[in-house]
């Protein structure tokens, strides 16, 4: 139960119960304090909490149990809440025994008070338990989720449960009993407890031994710009400190805006050589951000040096003004014409512009459209820079070359072959599968990625999306996409807008002119799928550090979302070269591809992490199908382990959600399937405890560990954390 006031108490989710439990008598008198004030600042004027302030303060889902709550929070059945009261139920919860705790739950699901829970309490329950979890399931399976609770506690088939029945059902779940005590403390959580400061991530031996090559480089790429800038500035002496500090930067912008390209070709190559052994190629967006910080930094203070340096001389006489020598030709400065003040000045606004609309909140915020188009702006940048410095273009000839052939690659590429769109399906969430005919000669590795653009959609923008499906799959490429900015939600909803049919009349005459622009009139099969004939373009693929996949030897992948499409690429393209093979005259089975050369994978653990239940149907049939692949009992454990889990579902540790979740672990067991999913692999309640989940890892001893993750930053700075400690290596998705 959250209550507004939690938010101020930073505890880490693995700290309440200790918190609960030794608590020290001065600690306790500040939590009560504490709680106190809080009190106070809710109740008002009157000094009592009602019903309705209850709710608010407890923003719960479903108003059952908040009324459940407050009527065992209000001894005195006065229809309010005094302080007294309030710090008398607390007190009980979290330092009452374990009987007093449980006799509290046993209260909240005898909805009648008669001292026994009857099959139709319970179900009015459960019901409530599947609303605040945002779980949706049919009447028939609560049903089956009441009678499975209701039947194994009702051991002596009475036709209620009594408070010992429940006990001892309790009790089969020992991660229950011990997180009740979690539930009583998270109603409201004592301030946060000094504790020995612990040292920085940043300063551990672990950081620095896993990221060794890319701390190297950076420290290989600072030391080159101080080399740079020292060099420049020693040939400028005779000029002043401001003309040296504008040319050092100058020599280092030089080499920066040449290091900033994004050479995607050259880098997808290179993963295939030593090179990848050496280099930090994964980090390649990471460096792409430093750079273009970089540039801007070193642009800042070129710019600020030469117009300090100007104010200086201005007093010696001069025949033209500051705005003259800002934005005119007349002070005659730069190799062509005099342009260099101009020219500066233009590029200072062009990477400012750049930058600010490369920030996260512009790209994440449904806004790429605007990253794209100004990050075209790179090339006026180069082109500015040709007329502005006379040696750039010294630095840029080589990196420029490679670029530009590769652009000219990857236009011929993408245009050699119509690429049609032939099937369309629109998926929960605003997910939108497209099914696009595969080039014949398209060869890519799973977990790889491609632009794609689709004219119909914008004429001229090119976006990255993972690709899903597995290279052994010949005839189509799968693309998954979330509708999360403009142009993605133009593409969904060009597809979820009824189709356009042609009038009879006049049929032919309008198919002939539609012939030279190919029909994009879609043959609607149901509701979200639809066979069609749209043109789009595809340029790729492009690497990931996913291609290292099949040289581990135990691989941990874990999606957030959106984030399972490589993964899915990826457990496709495992399972058809672990695909079994049945002989004819009897039941014997092996795996045709086990030696694969390539492959040398042992154990494969998959974790997804969704929001919703709806977000588990993009996947769920290859999910099944890769559960089926599998021989249900396999001599040194399962090969491939699916792990689950879903944020918005109440966890065990959570009072309005333990009767719900061993409902579903008894239904799961019965019926050998998740009630959420519909998957065998049970659905976990929460996010992942990363601590537990690695040491499972760690203690399986499968041989090195490689974690793959796809999926925001803010978890992918945690795993990577967790990573450092176990010491795992960890591959994030960067393109």
């Not at 605007?370 to 006026?380: K, Q």
């Not at 996949?549 to 691989?555: G, K, P, R, V």
């Not at 977000?615 to 692949?629: A, C, G, Q, R």
């Amino acid at each position: 139960m959250t209550l507004p006031w939690q938010h101020q108490a930073n505890f880490p989710a693995d700290s309440a119960p200790h918190c609960a439990n030794i608590m020290s008598v001065d600690e306790d008198a500040r939590w009560l304090d504490w709680v106190t004030k809080q009190f106070e600042s809710i109740a008002g004027d009157d000094k009592e909490i009602d019903l309705e302030e209850f709710k608010t303060a407890l923003k719960v889902k479903e108003s059952f149990f908040a009324e459940r709550f407050f009527a065992l929070f209000d001894s005195d059945g006065s229809g309010s809440i005094s302080l007294d009261e309030l710090l008398k139920a607390l007190n009980l919860l979290i330092h009452g025994s374990e009987t007093d705790k449980l006799h509290f739950l046993f209260q909240v699901y005898d909805v009648d008070g008669s001292g026994s829970i009857d099959p139709d309490e319970l179900r009015t329950v459960l019901k409530s338990c599947l609303r605040e979890s945002a779980i949706s399931l049919p009447e028939e399976k609560l049903d089956d989720l009441t009678l499975a609770l209701f039947e194994s506690a009702d051991r002596d088939n009475s036709g209620s449960i009594t408070f010992e029945e429940l006990k001892a059902e309790l009790e089969k779940f020992p991660e229950v009993m011990e997180n009740l005590t979690i539930s009583a403390a998270n109603w409201l959580k004592p301030p946060n407890i000094d504790r020995k400061r612990q040292t920085p991530r940043y300063l551990t031996p672990a950081y620095w031994h896993n990221n060794s090559r890319k701390l190297l480089f950076l420290c290989c790429y600072v030391c080159l710009n101080i080399l740079l800038f020292t060099l420049a500035a020693l040939k400028h002496t005779a000029y002043g400190i401001w003309i040296m500090i504008a040319k050092g930067c100058g020599q280092c912008l030089n080499f920066n805006c040449a290091l900033v390209l994004m050479l995607r070709r050259c880098l997808t190559w290179l993963r295939a050589t030593w090179v990848v052994r050496i280099l930090p190629l994964d980090q390649y967006v990471i460096l792409h951000h430093l750079v273009g910080y970089a540039i801007f930094g070193f642009t800042v203070v070129h710019t600020a040096a030469h117009v300090t340096n100007f104010v200086v001389l201005t007093k010696n006489p001069m025949s033209f003004q500051f705005w003259e020598y800002l934005l005119t030709t007349r002070p005659g400065i730069g190799w062509i014409s005099g342009t260099a003040s101009i020219t500066g000045v233009i590029l200072q606004l062009l990477i400012i512009l750049m930058l600010v609309c490369s920030s996260t909140f512009v790209r994440r915020s449904g806004h790429f459209e605007i990253f794209y188009w100004t990050h075209l702006s790179y090339i006026w940048v180069w082109l500015l820079l040709i007329l502005h410095c006379p040696n750039f273009w010294k630095w840029f000839v080589v990196p420029g070359v490679i670029f530009l052939l590769e652009k000219i690659v990857g236009l011929a590429v993408s245009r050699i072959g119509g690429l049609y769109i032939v099937e369309v399906n629109l998926l929960p969430s605003k997910v939108t599968h497209l099914v696009i005919k595969r080039p014949q000669f398209f060869h890519f590795k799973p977990g790889d990625y491609v632009y794609i653009n689709i004219p119909v959609i914008a004429k001229y923008e090119w976006h990255p999306f993972t690709i899903s499906s597995a290279p052994e799959q010949q005839d189509t490429l799968w693309l998954h996409i979330r509708s999360l900015g403009q142009w993605t939600n133009r593409l969904y909803e060009h597809f979820r807008r009824p189709q356009v049919m042609i009038p009879e009349a006049k049929r032919l005459t309008k198919s002939l002119q539609n012939k030279p622009k190919q029909s994009q009139i879609s043959l609607k099969i149901n509701e979200n799928q639809r066979f069609c004939n749209v043109k789009c373009y595809v340029d790729g693929p492009y690497g990931t550090p996913t291609r290292r996949i099949f040289t581990s030897e135990h691989a941990v992948l874990i999606g957030a979302g959106i984030g399972i499409t490589p993964f899915a690429s990826i457990l496709q393209s495992i399972m058809y070269r672990m695909r079994k093979q049945n002989c004819p005259n009897c039941n014997y089975s092996w795996c045709e591809n086990l030696k694969d050369h390539e492959m040398n994978l042992r154990k494969v653990d998959f974790i997804w992490i969704n929001r919703d239940q709806k977000s588990f149907e993009w996947f769920v049939s290859l999910l099944t199908k890769l559960e089926m692949d599998q021989a249900d009992e396999e001599p040194e454990g399962r090969f491939l382990e699916m792990h689950m889990y879903m944020t918005s579902a109440l966890s065990k540790n959570d009072m309005k959600a333990i009767g719900l979740q061993m409902a579903l672990d008894l239904l799961a067991k019965k019926e050998k399937r998740d009630s959420i999913t519909g998957l065998r692999t049970r659905t976990q309640p929460g996010r992942p405890d990363w601590s537990k989940v690695f040491q499972k890892v760690a203690e399986e001893k499968k041989g090195k560990v490689h974690v793959f993750f796809c999926g925001s930053p803010a978890l992918a700075k945690v795993i990577k954390a967790q990573c450092e400690q176990f010491g795992f290596k960890f591959y994030k998705e960067n393109f």
